[in-house]
């Protein structure tokens, strides 16, 4: 499986940014896709996951009203959009994928908080000023 994000730059305090995360080689068409940060001299968070067979999407507190996480199964990618950025959001922002996943939210958040994912991608670094 790979996942290739794209989307990161640098943006102005309340600008706005669109992550992608295209998936590959995934032989079944239920998983789980979920999007982390890892600011320097931080622990890696979950942002939000969501399963690609349905569902609501889960949100980390910190992003709830902010970010928006959809996905187009035909494409086998999935977006993180961002916006109104702040410089606290400055983070590499990473991809990841695994193929258990569930569609109850409350299982969803432990998903992310455990960081139960099995495929990551390379980051994608986003900067606010």
């Known amino acids: 499986v790979q996942l290739v994000e794209s989307g990161g730059g640098s943006v102005q305090a309340g600008g706005s940014l669109r992550l992608s995360c295209a998936a590959s080689?995934?032989?079944?068409?239920?998983?789980?896709m979920g999007w982390f940060r890892q600011a320097p001299g931080k622990e890696r968070e979950g942002i939000a996951a969501?399963?690609?067979?349905?569902?609501?999407?889960f949100y980390a507190d910190f992003v709830k009203g902010r970010f928006a996480l959809s996905r187009d199964n035909a494409k086998n990618t999935v977006y993180l959009q961002m916006n109104d950025l702040q410089p606290e959001d400055t983070a590499m922002y990473y991809c990841?994928?695994?193929?258990?996943?569930?569609?109850?939210?409350?299982?969803?958040?432990?998903?992310?908080?455990?960081?139960?994912?099995?495929?990551w991608g390379q980051g994608t670094q986003v900067t606010v000023s």
């Open positions: 990841a994928a695994d193929a258990t996943c569930y569609t109850d939210v409350a299982k969803l958040a432990l998903k992310l908080s455990r960081r139960d994912f099995g495929y």
């Open positions: 969501i399963s690609t067979s349905g569902g609501d999407p």
């Open positions: 080689g995934y032989t079944s068409n239920s998983y789980c």
